[in-house]
Each structure stands twice: as C-alpha cells, then as structure tokens.
C-alpha cells in the first residue's frame, strides 16, 4: 500500500509481460531498506568476532547461538524489506494494451 507515484503508460500504450505500470511512493520503503542494510552489516560484524572469541573459549556456546540467531534474523529482515521495496512498483503480469486506468498519481492504494 503507499501513495502512487508515476503511471507511465497511458491508454492506448502497449504493454509488454514486466513493465511497470504503476508506482507506488518508495522513500520510506528505501530507508527501511537501507536500515535493515545496516543492521545486518552490524550483525555480521558482531558474529564474526564472537565467533573469533568462541573458537579461543572465551565466550559460551549460548552467546555464540545468541549472536548467530541475530544474523539470521537480521538477514531475514533485509530480505523482506528488499521484497516491499520490490513490490511498490506493479508490473504487467502479460503483454497487452491499456484500456482503462483506475488509479490517479497521488492517490492512495491498499492491496486488492
């Protein structure tokens, strides 16, 4: 859901399968993409060197465990903020022509 922002195709146009035909407003979409960017990058940095600390017997296994849950978790975070930034632009599912446009740039949408 968001806010449209381009309609690049007027009626008439013909449509190729994968062509944009909407496009929501990302700003938001982009910063929570960056956010989770940067977080995984931090969980990365912080499993590697546990792990270094592990593997010397410093730290226990649970703090090991801990540290690589919060990567997968943080990678997980990442994929699904790329998905939601991928989906605020909707594509043509075939080829064909425009013949109507149900939405106006500006306006908000929800899903369905």
Request: glycine share 8%.
């Amino acid at each position: 859901m968001g806010t449209v922002e381009a309609i690049p195709l007027d009626k008439g146009s013909v449509v190729k399968a994968g062509d944009t035909v909407v496009r929501l407003d990302r700003d938001l979409l982009e910063a929570e993409m960056d956010a989770a960017r940067v977080d995984r990058e931090l969980a990365e940095y912080n499993e590697t060197r546990i792990r270094k600390l592990f593997d010397a017997g410093t730290v226990t296994g649970q703090e090991m465990q801990e540290v690589s849950t919060a990567l997968e978790r943080a990678r997980a975070v990442e994929a699904m903020a790329r998905t939601r930034y991928r989906r605020a632009s909707i594509r043509a599912p075939y080829a064909g022509i425009v013949t109507e446009r149900y939405v106006e740039i500006g306006q908000y949408v929800t899903p369905g």
